[in-house]
């Protein structure tokens, strides 16, 4: 609603503009005249074009006379509808002339709506806008359901296509180096070296894996070890597995010419997802140990450990392990227990060349010689990986 002075100040204006500019003309309550072009009278409102404001809507209720020097299309209360020309008359009285009946007396409280005859009614205009902008909406759902519908489309097509190649060729593997160097008041050199190798179908996964630790300080040498590992799973059901292993561990620094133990267990899934994959074992194998001094120990063993994988996000992957190996003449006194825990980072686009940080850590509660009963490694290696 336009206020008092507002509607003061635009009635005279109107006053002092030649009556050629103002063709319709409406009187409002206070005595303001408003002149222009009507455009529409709809939901209680008053839509003019007018030569000085441009758009002006003003309550209908507050109207008292309006005439107009053209014919407009006007639905009354009763939803009636008529063309004619709105006017007043010498004695004040509104009426319609061009009708279709002559000229005939009109209420203007009875209008309900008004435009102009090439126009659409406004009641149609504002649904036809609605039904657009549903349209519209439909319309942007529907290109990004599509877009939605193609990206996971392309996601499965390069799954299946990935899942296709691996059967064609399951094996994958992954060369890890490195080397680290002093100089000056201490000479050391240490290098360290890791292949793996893995196969995987359907229902089968193997793997192995070769490695040499080798250090030296001031033409002494503090690091000479050489592990060793395969190991076969095989799905017997949506969860469970059998699974065997032999591990195999040469270390100069704790008098072992040879450690080799063997197992066969029963293995379980506990999570399998896309990101994570946690599984535990039980079962039973055969422990050997020779020594420098040649002496050697043989036991059947236990065998209980666990082994998790989780992609942290799309591009860093941490692992961990842990293996107990207890032994049956006496579990308590006599067991090993090893552990790995580290992360993979790619370094390039390919993710071929990765970063991988690990830690190596063995505790033997009954250690020959001289040996400590924990051996803990550290690694930063450059990863090589393929598929």
């Known amino acids: 609603m336009l206020q008092r002075r507002l509607s003061t100040a635009i009635s005279t204006v109107l006053l002092f503009t030649s009556t050629s500019l103002a063709a319709d003309q409406i009187l409002l309550d206070d005595g303001s ?43 009354l209360d009763s939803s009636d509808r008529v063309l004619g020309q709105l006017t007043v008359n010498d004695k004040g009285q509104h009426q319609l002339t061009g009708t279709a009946f002559g000229t005939v007396d009109i209420d203007p409280k009875r209008i309900n709506t008004l435009w102009e005859k090439d126009a659409v009614q406004p009641q149609n205009a504002q649904l036809e806008q609605q039904y657009q902008q549903e349209i519209e909406q439909i319309k942007t759902a529907q290109a990004q359901e599509k877009a939605a519908l193609e990206e996971t489309y392309t996601a499965e097509v390069q799954q299946l296509r990935a899942e296709r190649e691996a059967l064609l060729d399951p094996w994958s593997g992954n060369l890890a180096f490195g080397i680290q160097g002093a100089s000056g008041n201490t000479d050391r050199m240490s290098v360290t070296g890791r292949g793996e190798l893995f196969r995987e179908t359907v229902n089968e996964r193997l793997g192995m894996y070769l490695e040499v630790n080798y250090a030296k300080e001031d033409d002494e040498q503090t690091e000479n070890e050489k592990l060793a590992s395969i190991k076969l799973e095989r799905d017997i059901s949506e969860n469970y597995f059998a699974r065997g292993s032999a591990d195999f ?40 140990e020779s020594y420098s001094d040649g002496t050697t120990e043989k036991d059947p063993t236990g065998v209980l450990g666990y082994e998790t994988n989780y992609n942290l996000n799309s591009r860093m992957n941490l692992f961990h392990d842990l293996t107990y190996y207890p032994s049956f003449s006496s579990p308590g006194q006599n067991y090993l227990l090893v552990t790995n825990f580290g992360a993979e980072l790619p370094i390039t686009n390919d993710e071929a060349w990765k970063l991988r940080a690990s830690l190596r850590s063995q505790y033997n509660s009954q250690p020959a010689g001289d040996a400590e009963t924990t051996d803990t490694n550290y690694r930063l290696n450059l990863v090589y990986d393929w598929e």
């Open 33 to 75: 005249i408003l002149k222009g072009s009507i455009k529409q009278i709809s939901e209680g409102k008053v839509v003019m074009d007018t030569a000085f404001a441009d758009e002006v809507t003003v309550d209908f209720n507050r109207v008292t006379q309006i005439s107009t020097d053209q014919k407009h299309l006007i639905e």
């Open 249 to 288: 561990e040469i270390d100069d620094f704790e008098e072992l010419d040879l450690r080799a133990i063997a197992t066969a267990s029963l293995g379980r899934f506990f999570i399998q997802e896309p990101d994570l994959v946690f599984k535990g074992f039980a079962g039973v194998g055969y422990r050997f």
